[in-house]
């Protein structure tokens, strides 16, 4: 008879969806008698477990949504590599006003300068506030929507991609779009319009987006959505990339030299 409350507690902490309750109940409860601490305090450091552990497997959840290529953060970029990048402007985007704002972000600078590395460090401080976020690349997202088009389910990945608060298209300009893809994409940036916020990357300036979207028609329009409410991160420079295996490579080789 002694084991029926705890079962009866392990089944009520399931059904109330409290994991973290049924985990450490019986541990702090020991931890909190030997401190004399009272019955109140108790529940309420349960309670902040609860908490801090819900809030992780949110913020995983997010993450694993959002289909990041690898998870990154602005601490670990190095923005001495582009003197040109505004790390102000950077870190205050990561507090994530504009998304709540609906504005847009735009990295524009040639390859290897870290443009996806900082709209992925974007992207993962999005999840870190309970914001639904989406990662893409341009190519692959105009591939995902012409094949949804031609199955007949356009519309269903349309309102998949405007569920995301924050959706984050990388690598633009870097392939040439057929004309129903620029139109594809166009839709996608135009029902964003001042609705929810995205993150664009890409090696081209603005003068040179008609590579990508043909007519000038439509790349003004395109530009003129996307930029009502903009930051920009301009981010020319040496490649980071290189600029950050080179570093490694003289970390790697110190030992030697001073032997």
């Known amino acids: 008879m002694s084991d029926v409350p705890q079962v009866l507690l392990a089944h009520h902490l399931k059904a109330l969806k409290l994991p973290t309750f049924l985990r450490e109940h019986d541990k702090l409860a020991r931890q909190c008698a030997a401190e ?6 108790y529940l309420l450091r349960l309670s902040e477990l609860e908490l801090l552990d819900r809030e992780r497997r949110m913020i995983e959840r997010r993450v694993r949504e959002a289909h990041f290529p690898a998870v990154k ?4 970029f190095d923005f001495a590599a582009i003197p040109a990048l505004n790390k102000m402007l950077a ?3 990561a507090r994530c006003a504009y998304i709540e704002q609906r504005e847009n972000v735009i990295a524009l600078g040639p390859s290897g300068t870290g443009k996806t590395h900082v709209a992925l460090g974007l992207g993962l401080a999005a999840c870190q506030k309970g914001l ?3 990662f893409v690349t341009a190519a692959a997202l105009v591939h995902e929507l012409l094949e949804a088009r031609d199955e007949r389910r356009l519309l269903r990945l349309q309102k998949q991609l405007a569920a995301y ?3 984050i ?3 633009l300009g870097y392939v040439p779009l057929s004309p129903s893809g620029a139109e594809l994409l166009f839709e996608v940036f ?3 319009y001042e609705r929810g916020s995205v993150l664009v990357t890409s090696n081209l300036p603005f003068d040179e987006w008609t590579s990508v979207f043909g007519p000038e028609r439509l790349t003004g329009a395109l530009l003129d959505r996307l930029t009502h409410h903009v930051h920009i991160l301009e981010m020319n420079g040496e490649s980071y990339r290189l600029k950050v295996s080179r570093r490694r490579q003289g970390k790697a080789e110190t030992p030697t030299n001073a032997s």
């Open 36 to 41: 004399g601490v009272d019955h109140t305090t």
């Open 73 to 76: 953060s602005l601490d670990s």
């Open 91 to 93: 870190l205050e985007l």
């Open 132 to 134: 639904a976020v989406g």
């Open 165 to 167: 608060k924050l959706l």
């Open 169 to 171: 298209i990388d690598e």
């Open 190 to 192: 135009s029902r964003r």
